[in-house]
């Protein structure tokens, strides 16, 4: 079965300081990878996504994540924060085939300080 | 374009009625599912339905129920309401059940059962 485990419930930084949201999987089949925000009392929204070809990913708002499939890893990065980034971040996984959902880990909440 | 929509935004139920929460996808999605995010459990899959039909279902009891209507739009009922069913309803939609296409999320449905 598949699953997906986000090391850090909770990541408090300052601002302008880069961060790193860790995200592991598990899946024994190929795997498509996202990494979704939550901003308060918002629905989620898309901020990247690793489907295949180059290992790093780039995606809105500045973040970047990279897939190690050696190491079944999908971190979330960013080089420097904004107090605005501050939300919750969720990794997920889809597998090949017809499946359909995602499976998300529990999430990381982020928050940024001045 | 409009993005997915949810109604009604927050529900007040008591135990052991029965709720109906809506969702609209955005235009030419055939995909909608729903996920239940509630307190500390994370984002759990509940249901999926494409082209009318329900494709995959979550690890849920059967008084969580749906359907999709011809226009792609989507209804999901909760019987028999328990307090443990208090949660933000999240729905999604995409432009079909591959695994590479984006799921769209809806601001959610939060539901208190008192």
């Known amino acids: 079965a598949q699953s997906v485990t986000q090391l850090d419930s909770q990541v408090p930084v300052f601002e302008e300081a880069p961060v790193e949201l860790r995200c592991n999987y598990s899946?024994?089949?190929?795997?498509?990878l996202f990494w979704y925000v939550q901003y308060p009392n918002q629905g989620l929204q898309l901020l990247l996504k690793?489907?295949?070809?180059?290992?790093l990913v780039k995606g809105i708002n500045g973040f970047e994540a990279e897939f190690n499939k050696s190491q079944t890893s999908f971190h979330l990065r960013k080089p420097s924060v904004h107090i605005s980034d501050t939300a919750e971040y969720f990794c997920a996984v889809r597998t090949g085939g017809s499946q359909g959902n995602l499976i998300f880990g529990k999430g990381t909440k982020l928050s940024v300080k001045p | 374009e409009a993005g997915v929509t949810q109604s009604p935004t927050h529900l007040i139920k008591t135990r052991g009625q029965q709720a109906t929460l809506r969702c609209s996808p955005i235009s030419g999605h055939t995909s909608v599912y729903w996920y239940q995010q509630a307190l500390g459990l994370g984002l759990q899959f509940l249901l999926w339905?494409?082209?009318?039909?329900?494709?995959n279902r979550g690890n849920f009891p059967p008084r969580f129920s749906g359907r999709q209507f011809p226009n792609y739009s989507s209804e999901l009922n909760v019987n028999a309401l328990e307090l443990e069913d208090s949660a933000l309803y999240l729905c999604?939609?995409?432009?079909?059940?591959?695994?590479?296409?984006?799921?769209?999320f809806g601001p959610g449905t939060r539901l208190t059962v008192l």
């Open positions: 899946s024994s089949v190929s795997v498509y």
């Open positions: 690793y489907l295949s070809g180059s290992t």
């Open positions: 999604a939609s995409s432009l079909g059940g591959d695994s590479y296409n984006e799921q769209f």
């Open positions: 339905y494409d082209e009318g039909e329900e494709r």
